[in-house]
């Protein structure tokens, strides 16, 4: 998968589970392409150490690639907001 279609895949899995976890994240598009993209690489690790790594697990037509990317960008986002819930209620 190149670069480009890894980063659309993660700014539509980011946009995806921000949409599934409604709440107070703060950030725009830019911070939901750096959260998805980072819960990409997430889920895509967590699926090669469960699934073993298959080539076709990876490429954007599949649908396992979307729900590894979707579930590591709300894990990822549930993180996010876990770190920044506690930084603010120190202030």
Do not use: N
């Amino acid at each position: 998968m190149g670069i480009i279609a890894f980063l659309i895949l993660g700014l539509i899995a980011g946009a995806i589970a921000k949409l599934i976890l409604p709440g107070r994240q703060g950030g725009g598009w830019l911070a939901t392409l750096v959260l998805g993209v980072i819960g990409a690489l997430l889920g895509s690790w967590l699926g090669s150490l469960v699934m073993g790594d298959g080539g076709e697990l990876f490429s954007l037509t599949s649908l396992w690639t979307w729900v590894l990317a979707i579930v590591g960008s709300i894990i990822v986002l549930l993180i996010y907001g876990f770190v920044t819930r506690k930084s603010g209620s120190r202030a």
